[in-house]
């Protein structure tokens, strides 16, 4: 007979067990502050009366439009990673959003958000639905499943997420904003709570917004500084740090200096020595024998670039954000008319090595 009654008991403990299931994401314990009323009026003891009554200390009702109670999801949200150089995060940020504010070396804020952004996705492999030009991007459907309710059913979601960007009118801040355009939900006839969708769609949104931010900060931490419209590492003519004319590469050093000896192998230079520590290459170039490409840049004389025969010292100089490329001969830098002559072919293929 006892035997029996133990087995009823652990038969009713199961069973109560389980009608008191609680889902993770569900705040438990007592919700009874929810009903609580005001007090009712005092009233004064016999022969006395109450003084003047003011509502001075009224608690005005609460004016609310989010969970309370057991609707409350208790799982703490996906923050925002501030990772990329020059991104943050306000402190009283509600909505998923990041901003991006111009560090030294970068041209043009706007466009190297955007040019990240469309890298971020191209490496992740997602389809851009919609865009308009430094404003908008829509990120096509990106699937989420997980387990949901007492019987672990799995749940799958699609989503279409909107990215948008807002630049300051001064043109040095630039916002990107994350939302769930629409969302699709396969359940198997498990109703899922809205709040509970809410809450994973916020989830979602930070996650897509964290990952092109990673994206971002990986193409800095290769060093480049400033992108072109079409992606490609920024590069200009201009002067180096002691007035000669030079290649300037908006990328740190340690960028350039990787692609170097590629860009002038493939420009027919025949490299004899480099040291690294100084920033120096010495190379040879023959401009009637300077290789067997078919680059668009070699001119009709079967030359890569127009420069003379000779010995060479390239000069590679700069700091995270800026290195020049200084050519010499015979102890001279080539004059800003030659860099201008042979600015194209090396930018092509700085670029072309570079392969961002």
């Not at 502050?33 to 003011?54: C, N």
Request: glycine content about 8%; aromatic content about 8%; overall charge negative.
């Amino acid at each position: 007979m006892k035997a029996n009654l133990f087995v009823l008991a652990g038969v009713a403990a199961v069973l109560v067990s389980a009608c008191s299931f609680t889902p993770k994401e569900q705040a438990m314990g007592d919700f009874d502050y929810l009903h609580v009323k005001s007090d009712k009026q005092l009233q004064p003891a016999p022969g006395k009366q109450l003084p003047k009554s003011s509502n001075r200390y009224e608690v005005p009702q609460a004016a609310h439009s989010t969970p309370i109670g057991s609707n409350v999801v208790v799982l703490a949200p996906k923050l925002v990673w501030p990772v990329a150089d020059g991104s943050r995060v306000e402190e009283d940020e509600t909505k998923t959003r990041i901003y991006f504010d111009e560090l030294d070396g970068m041209d043009d804020v706007e466009n190297y958000v955007w040019q990240g952004l469309l890298q971020g996705a191209a490496t992740r492999g997602w389809t851009i639905a919609e865009q308009q030009e430094k404003q908008r991007l829509v990120i096509d459907w990106l699937s989420e499943s997980f387990e949901y309710g007492e019987d672990d059913t799995e749940i799958v979601i699609q989503r279409q997420f909107e990215i948008n960007l807002d630049t300051a009118g001064h043109g040095r801040t630039t916002a990107l904003l994350s939302n769930v355009l629409q969302r699709n939900v396969s359940s198997n006839g498990v109703q899922v709570d809205e709040v509970y969708l809410a809450h994973r769609d916020d989830d979602a949104a930070a996650q897509v917004l964290n990952t092109l931010v990673s994206e971002i900060a990986i193409t800095q931490a290769r060093g480049v500084a400033s992108v072109t419209d079409e992606g490609a590492v920024n590069i200009q003519a201009g002067f180096d740090e002691d007035g000669f004319a030079a290649i300037i590469v908006s990328a740190s050093f340690n960028f350039t200096w990787g692609v170097m000896n590629e860009v002038l192998t493939e420009l027919g230079f025949d490299v004899d020595d480099y040291n690294q520590q100084t920033g120096r290459y010495y190379a040879s170039y023959d401009a009637d024998n300077s290789g067997s490409s078919l680059a668009f840049w070699r001119d009709n004389d079967g030359a890569k670039v127009a420069l003379p025969s000779g010995d060479y010292e390239i000069k590679v100089t700069g700091n995270r954000q800026r290195t020049s490329i200084t050519l010499f001969r015979a102890g001279e830098a080539i004059s800003p008319a030659q860099v201008n002559d042979i600015f194209a072919p090396f930018a092509a293929e700085i670029r072309n090595q570079s392969s961002l």
